[in-house]
């Protein structure tokens, strides 16, 4: 979702969560992203043995084969599904892409915030 928003990404955030929610009833955990017809659900802390943490947490999702390119999109996108909500305790900080944004948001937020344009297709 943040690649179709490139254009907006001074006023965009992402939320830092605690590793505790894993541990929360009923958290499911997909093996790519789960609007993708082929995920993969599975009930936390299972579904975190489906997961290829090269892919999950490669640089850059591009291949030369297209399909495997497209897997690989998928793959990297994989998702803890938390049901009803995330519990402001679970909260750890946030990340913008650079000053603009650390600075609108340490003034509206009380949680840590830094900079990691990694994060930001930057």
Same mark, same amino acid.
């Given at each position: +979702?943040?690649y179709?928003? !490139? *254009?907006? +990404?001074d006023?965009i955030? $992402?939320? #830092?969560?605690?590793l505790?929610?894993?541990?929360? @009833?009923?958290? $499911?955990?997909?093996?790519r992203?789960a609007a993708? /017809?082929?995920? #993969? =659900?599975?009930?936390s802390p299972d *579904?975190l @043995?489906?997961?290829?943490?090269?892919?999950? =947490?490669a640089q850059y999702?591009?291949?030369?084969?297209?399909? @495997?390119?497209s897997?690989?999109k998928? #793959?990297m996108c @994989? /998702?803890v599904?938390?049901?009803?909500r995330? *519990?402001? /305790?679970?909260l750890?900080?946030?990340y $913008? %892409?650079?000053p603009?944004?650390?600075a609108?948001? !340490? !003034?509206?937020?009380?949680?840590p915030v830094q900079i990691? %344009?990694n994060?930001f =297709?930057?």
């Amino acid at each position: +979702m943040m690649y179709c928003q !490139q *254009g907006s +990404m001074d006023s965009i955030c $992402v939320i #830092r969560v605690s590793l505790d929610v894993l541990d929360l @009833a009923n958290v $499911v955990i997909t093996d790519r992203n789960a609007a993708a /017809e082929i995920a #993969r =659900f599975t009930t936390s802390p299972d *579904g975190l @043995a489906t997961l290829d943490y090269d892919i999950v =947490f490669a640089q850059y999702w591009t291949h030369p084969d297209p399909i @495997a390119q497209s897997d690989h999109k998928q #793959r990297m996108c @994989a /998702e803890v599904l938390v049901p009803d909500r995330v *519990g402001v /305790e679970h909260l750890l900080g946030c990340y $913008v %892409r650079g000053p603009v944004g650390l600075a609108a948001l !340490q !003034q509206q937020c009380h949680l840590p915030v830094q900079i990691n %344009r990694n994060l930001f =297709f930057s």
